[in-house]
């Protein structure tokens, strides 16, 4: 997960792709609305269809990193 980076200095510390502005929850967005990878590259050419994938990745480890307490 090399590609994604979080700093304090940009977008207040959101997840964001390495080198970009472009944060994780905009592609996880747009996967939600239906976008495909390559149109979500197409969208921002800035990124390559790993950078999307990454994106995917670090929120499934996120995810899976969450403690869910029952009640």
């Known amino acids: 997960m ?10 207040s ?6 080198g970009t502005r472009i944060m994780v ?4 967005g747009m996967i ?3 976008y ?4 979500i590259v197409e969208s921002y050419p ?3 269809r790993e950078d999307v994938m990454a994106a995917v990745e670090y929120a ?9 307490i029952g009640s």
């Open 60 to 68: 499934a480890t996120v995810v899976d990193d969450v403690q869910v």
């Open 32 to 34: 939600a609305g239906g």
């Open 46 to 48: 800035e990124l390559s």
């Open 36 to 39: 495909a990878a390559d149109q």
């Open 25 to 28: 929850r905009s592609i996880l």
């Open 2 to 11: 090399n590609r994604i980076e979080i700093n304090p200095a940009i977008c």
């Open 13 to 18: 510390g959101k997840p964001v792709i390495r």
